[in-house]
């Protein structure tokens, strides 16, 4: 069509299209916002158990569901970070190999014959232990256990933007743990152990540390510095405590929870995600939110957020208390 011939703005847009330019008007596709969502527990243990059924090991190296959340575009839980569920069963062994990507792995249900060994280094998956490993670590898993092992994989989506060098295969199907245990202890690759998690918890409960949006938190920490857990991505554990609900707020900065322990509901952007343990759920970006355990007993939830990326760039936003939601408002 020539343009002497567009008559509309519609067909403007159309023109400007199959010329492969945009008008700043047109808004159509341009948002990032998606919604909040929540995974039942059931639903995804069922699958994994399933997937069980199905798939060797050997399919790709490992047996993972990923999140997706349908209102996200890219197939992913959220816009920054990827989330995936591994089943390892007994007898199996999960290719070694290395890529980019750091990864955050919080063990759901854990067994003391199950290992991961990376960099040389095996370290036991029990529950409520996060592992982490840094860019181009070595990692596979093998389990000579009993139980079936699950964990919640996560991965900065944001490194996917960095052509690095690629990741490879370790030239064996499982790399030799030949490095004693605590090796390399200054630093990732790195196992936070769940007892000591806990008992920062508990140490934090008796002393009424809490945070009036989130509870008593803790965040994993770099070993290293003491920074986030990554600079891209930030692992924490929060507890609310019988009954407890917090002040809402709301950030810029994205989050995964899973819910470990308990059961509550959080209100994120006016949807209420009725959570019991297992359940995983998103809170978006400038979503006000807040969270509320709904029984006696204590709930934990442990997340991952992307505020780190945000911070590093010095655009990280907070605001509490907001008074009415106006995500989403155009700039004038
Ligand atoms: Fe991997
Ligand atoms: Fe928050």
Redesign the pocket.
Known sequence: MDLTEVKDIEAFDRWLGEHNVKGIWDRDGDSTDFEPFLWKWDELYSALVKAADFFAVGFGGRRNINLINPTVGRRRPTHTMSGSLQYLMPGDVAQSHKHMATTCRWVINGDPGAFSVMDGEAFPLLEGDLLVAPPYAWHGHYHDGEKPMIWLTATSELLRLNHGPAGANYPERIQPADKPSGWFSGGPPYRYRWPETYGALMALKEREESDP??GIKLDFTNPLDGGPTFTTMAARIQLLAGREKTKA?R?NST?IYQAFRGQGVTVAAGRRLEWSQGDIFV?PPWAI?QHENLTGDDAILYSLSDDPVWRGMGVYFEESEPAEDRAGAPLE
Do not use: A, I, L, S
């Open positions: 949006y989130d707020h950030h989050t809170v939110h």
